[in-house]
């Protein structure tokens, strides 16, 4: 079979990585993918957004399947396009992935179907929206509607940053378009939990849980990140909070989407907060988070292609999902100065045996190197039987990885190390 992966990030790399593992695949395409890919899949330099460009692609080289893995060409229809010339996709159509494209929309969703969230208030005039700040309770989190490359999330500790964020989103419009509607939410508080989960749209199997580290440096300081590491599982999401997620969460919001004639197939990705009253649902994604899934995939026993194309063909109910009762931990690398500047064009040096274990996300191939092209530079994953093995491994294996002006969180996992031991 060829395969085609639309996207160039680490969770990409995870996805194709996973996807070798299947006998019939004989080639994989990654559209643009990375430099770091080049030994896993055949580069193409056609932009994830290129809808146009990308389905001639597939066409052209007859493409058996294809991954759409980016939130940006899901919301803008990347799937529809393929299905309508006859490629098999996993992903959402547009009008399910609106569910990340639109916060307005899965918030609304939420309250309609009496699913678990934060109280809102939906705002499509700045004016207005900074009288509610004057008596809002605070903090409070302000986000943009649409996608912002996932930094469209405000949380307003006091009213001079609460003014700030509606000014920024909605008058200098920080995020384009996506400014243009604003929500503005209250803030809750426990720990958070990330949930990936296959669905055909009727069954719903969820993934091993994760927990994220979003802020850039030790002891969660710092900006906000795309994400500097992941562990899996999160100690704090139980048996009991799982099946309490999949009958007031997980299955209300499939059965919503289907509701709504937006039935979702792929993968829904559920960002939860275990609040005191229980869980509630922070965000939704259309897709594979990142770095999530590069703790996920690792885990997996069952093969991924088999349970995507089971999805898409809306037999996941007969397709065996098994993960290993195992621990898995994943280091980002960044450049200097993520989140914000950072340069670019620096040698990175891996040594061949963690290769295996390396998902790069920031990456180019110059002159036969691979130097650094990204804030996020890649990602260092390893598996255990333990939590504090796989973390152990996961940094030795950042050790035996080197590049000019590399730097990392010293301190992955140690949060989930914490909550085990109050368990005990």
């Not at 039935?263 to 990705?269: A, H, K, P, S, W």
């Not at 609040?275 to 093969?303: H, W």
Request: with cysteine; hydrophobic share 40%; charged share 25%.
């Amino acid at each position: 079979m060829k395969i085609m992966v639309v996207g160039g990030g680490g969770r990409e790399h995870a996805i194709i990585k996973k996807l070798k593992e299947n006998k019939r695949v004989s080639e994989i395409f990654a559209l643009p993918g990375n430099g770091g890919m080049a030994s896993d899949a055949t580069l193409v330099p056609i932009g994830a957004k290129e809808i146009d460009k990308i389905r001639d692609f597939a066409l052209k080289e007859k493409i058996d399947y294809a991954v759409v893995a980016p939130d940006d060409p899901l919301v803008l229809g990347c799937v529809d396009a393929l299905e309508a010339v006859g490629v098999k996709c996993f992903g959402p159509r547009a009008c399910a992935a609106i569910i990340e494209g639109s916060k307005v929309f899965s918030k609304n969703l939420m309250k309609k179907y009496s699913i678990p969230t934060a109280s809102y208030e939906v705002f499509d005039n700045a004016d207005e929206a900074l009288r509610y700040i004057e008596s809002c309770p605070i903090p409070t989190v302000i986000k943009a509607d649409g996608l912002a490359l996932g930094k469209g999330v405000i949380i307003a500790t006091d009213r001079d940053m609460a003014r700030e964020a509606v000014n920024s989103i909605m008058n200098d419009k920080k995020f384009g378009e996506s400014g243009n509607k604003i929500v503005v939410e209250e803030f809750l508080t426990g720990p958070e939990v990330s949930v990936l989960a296959f669905t055909d749209g009727t069954t719903v199997v969820p993934m091993v849980s994760s927990m994220d580290h979003k802020r850039a440096y030790d002891n969660d300081e710092g900006l906000n990140t795309g994400g500097m590491g992941t562990v899996a599982p999160n100690p704090y999401y139980t048996e009991a909070i799982s099946k309490e997620c999949m009958q007031t969460i997980f299955l209300p919001t499939i059965r919503a989407m289907k509701n709504e004639g937006r039935e979702f197939r792929g993968c829904l990705y559920f960002g939860l907060m275990l609040t005191a009253k229980g869980p509630r649902v922070i965000e939704y994604n259309c897709r594979f988070g990142d770095p999530e899934t590069q703790v996920v995939l690792p885990l997996l026993q069952s093969d991924l292609l088999d349970i995507m194309m089971a999805t898409t063909d809306g037999k996941l109910a007969e397709c065996e999902v098994k993960f290993a009762n195992e621990a898995a931990c994943c280091v980002i690398m960044a450049s200097s100065g993520y989140p914000e500047a950072y340069k670019k064009g620096y040698e990175i040096k891996i040594d061949d045996k963690v290769l295996d274990s390396v998902y790069v996300a920031g990456a180019a191939l110059e002159c036969g190197k691979l130097v650094t092209s990204g804030g996020r530079v890649l990602g260092v994953s390893a598996t255990a039987p333990t939590l504090a093995e796989a973390i152990k491994s996961a940094y030795s294996k950042v050790e035996k990885i080197s590049f000019e002006g590399a730097f990392y969180r010293k301190d992955i996992g140690k949060k989930a190390m914490m909550a085990m031991e109050d368990e005990i």
